[in-house]
């Protein structure tokens, strides 16, 4: 039985974590209490964008499936940013994952690649405003029946 994802929620959410992640990696933490739990939210965050990437992809009819990406790449964009600063040791924390360097960098290949995949979906469907509402013939056909007095 299918559930319901709460697109809106969760890549709020995912962004919020970004952005307290990166703020947490300015400041000066000790790297005994907080790597594992940075590296593995880093890889939470990874594998998060991609489940929601994936299911927004298989959800074709989704009626804010457009949006949804939209703000799915800005989230992707916020994660590629993080992992940069990581990588190129602009934060703080940086030199501190250098032992996870080979998954980071691994993580943002794929989540380029599924931001230039979110980029040519959101090419290739037709803005919200310029999609037609389609109305069948029988509904024609209601619309242009005269109503009958009594």
Same mark, same amino acid.
């Given at each position: 039985?299918? @559930?319901?994802?709460? @697109?809106?929620?969760?890549?709020?959410?995912?962004?919020?974590?970004?952005?307290?992640?990166?703020?947490?990696?300015? +400041?000066?933490?000790?790297?005994?209490?907080?790597?594992?739990?940075?590296?593995?939210? %880093?890889?939470?965050?990874?594998?998060?964008?991609?489940?929601?990437?994936?299911? !927004?992809?298989?959800? *074709?009819? %989704?009626?804010?499936?457009?949006?949804? !990406?939209?703000?799915?790449?800005?989230?992707?964009?916020?994660?590629?940013?993080?992992?940069?600063?990581? +990588?190129?040791?602009?934060?703080?924390? =940086?030199?501190?994952? *250098?032992? =996870? =360097?080979?998954?980071?960098?691994?993580?943002? +290949?794929?989540?380029?690649?599924?931001?230039?995949?979110?980029?040519?979906?959101?090419?290739?469907?037709?803005?919200?405003?310029?999609?037609?509402?389609?109305?069948?013939?029988?509904?024609? *056909?209601?619309? +242009?029946?005269?109503?009958?007095?009594?």
């Amino acid at each position: 039985m299918g @559930y319901k994802i709460n @697109y809106e929620d969760n890549i709020f959410f995912l962004n919020s974590q970004i952005k307290t992640l990166q703020r947490g990696m300015n +400041l000066e933490i000790d790297p005994e209490f907080f790597r594992d739990k940075i590296v593995e939210d %880093l890889l939470f965050l990874d594998q998060s964008l991609r489940q929601l990437f994936s299911s !927004l992809r298989g959800s *074709r009819f %989704l009626i804010a499936r457009p949006q949804h !990406l939209r703000d799915l790449q800005r989230t992707i964009s916020l994660f590629i940013d993080l992992l940069d600063h990581i +990588l190129d040791d602009k934060l703080a924390f =940086a030199q501190q994952l *250098r032992s =996870a =360097a080979t998954r980071l960098k691994a993580c943002r +290949l794929e989540q380029h690649k599924n931001r230039d995949d979110i980029q040519a979906m959101i090419s290739d469907s037709p803005p919200e405003d310029e999609q037609e509402d389609t109305v069948s013939q029988d509904e024609f *056909r209601f619309l +242009l029946t005269p109503d009958k007095e009594d």
